[in-house]
């Protein structure tokens, strides 16, 4: 079972990135899938999160607005598109699975991160 995260990369301050995060080894359609965040020095935290039917997103204070998170069942796949991006955004963006949708980190299945930077 794996979740890949891809897309990250640098831009500057206001420009956008793409954020994808595949799933393999298994189906997450049924599952919510999230997006959190860990800066250097600080915790992780919660970004976006969309329900199995796309019928529900949930989004971080600090994005809202700017980030808009949706999924491709499909494909097995949730993206996270990030405009007006911003200096404090940079991070490792990690994507997750859970059963259920939720702004926690009890997430249960994690992929690998992807470091977004923005530059001022």
């Known amino acids: 079972v794996q979740l890949q995260a891809s897309g990250g990369g640098l831009v500057q301050a206001g420009g956008s990135l793409r954020l994808s995060c595949a799933a393999s080894g298994r189906t997450f359609i049924t599952y919510a899938r999230g997006w ?3 800066a250097p020095g600080k915790e992780r935290e919660f970004v976006a999160a969309i329900n199995w039917s796309a019928t529900s997103a949930y989004y971080a204070g600090s994005v809202k607005g700017r980030f808009t998170i949706s999924r491709d069942n499909a494909k097995n796949t949730v993206y996270l598109q990030m405009n007006s991006l ?3 955004d940079t991070a490792v963006y990690y994507c997750a699975a859970n059963p259920v949708i939720s702004t ?10 992807t470091q977004v930077t923005v530059s001022s």
Do not use: L
């Open 104 to 113: 926690a980190g009890n997430y249960g299945y994690w992929g690998q991160g």
């Open 86 to 88: 911003k200096p404090e």
């Open 36 to 38: 959190f965040r860990q």
